[in-house]
């Protein structure tokens, strides 16, 4: 499967989706709230991003102080640190980094625990994990289950955002089940956040629907955007990503 996931993403180098970006750059200003509200430890440290993409994180990490190596599947990037590496894998000695990150590519690892012992074996004590990754535990993991299901989409391929373009190996992947897999691994206190921009994803997913509309989706759009805060801020898993960091 780590084959069929590296030939995806060889062929398609622009099918990266993050709320971070990742294609032509780094949302800095989302990237620094959130590192505020998990209070993130960057300064100076040493720091692993699984599934780097293009290293833009690197940006970020530099900024802080901090020194950044990538671990990739595939070569898109150039001018840092890369280890052409499966998660699941990792070529680092145990207690290596301060940091692991990993952006939006856990939901396409085929054994998650097996990542997540990983990213504990090579983070030293008192080190962290921060996970971006999608939530299904809202509307828009009953649409991919019934899409899925019923055979409107491949399995593990359905995803609301770039207008429902089908992805690989996309896991309907949890709050529950990701604290479960980090927590089988080792990790003890789990931090959350939501997203609030992806509310409506994450409980209207037809909004990013191809055949949506555009005044309505405008509209929509709106609405979402002055409830989606608040709505956040008691359901995290309302918005299509949650923001994690787990400690060891």
């Known amino acids: 499967m780590s084959h069929e996931i590296q030939e995806f993403y060889r062929e398609n180098p622009l099918m990266v989706s993050s709320p971070f970006g990742g294609v ?8 620094d ?13 040493s720091i692993l991003d699984v599934g780097c993409g293009r290293g833009f994180v690197g940006e970020v990490v530099r900024a802080h102080g901090g020194r950044y ?27 290596s980094f301060d940091g692991v990150f990993c952006i939006d590519a856990f939901e396409h690892i085929p054994d998650g625990v097996r990542a997540a012992r990983e990213f504990r074996r090579v983070l030293r004590p008192g080190g962290f994990v921060f996970l971006s990754a999608p939530n299904y535990g809202n509307v828009a993991g009953i649409v991919k289950w019934w899409c899925e299901a ?4 491949k399995r593990d391929s359905w ?12 896991q309907a992947l949890t709050q529950r089940r990701i604290r479960a897999q ?3 691994a080792g990790f003890g206190r789990a931090t959350r956040i939501g997203h609030a921009p992806e509310v409506g994803l994450g409980l209207f997913p037809w909004i990013d629907h191809p055949r949506m509309p555009e005044a309505v989706q405008f509209r ?29």
């Open 159 to 170: 995803a609301p955002f770039r207008r429902w373009q089908p992805q690989e190996l996309e």
């Open 220 to 248: 929509l759009q709106r609405a979402f955007a002055s409830v989606g805060p608040a709505i956040v801020r008691f359901w995290p898993g309302a918005s299509l990503h949650v923001f994690w960091k787990f400690e060891v």
């Open 182 to 184: 980090y927590r089988s």
């Open 150 to 153: 019923f055979g409107f989409s």
């Open 69 to 95: 190596t990538g671990a990739d599947l595939v070569r898109n990037g150039t001018g840092f640190s890369l280890a052409l590496a499966d998660a699941m894998n990792l070529p680092f000695r145990d207690e």
């Open 33 to 45: 709230d959130v590192i505020r509200k998990l209070n993130l430890p960057l300064d100076g440290q």
């Open 24 to 31: 032509s750059g780094v949302h800095r200003d989302l990237f």
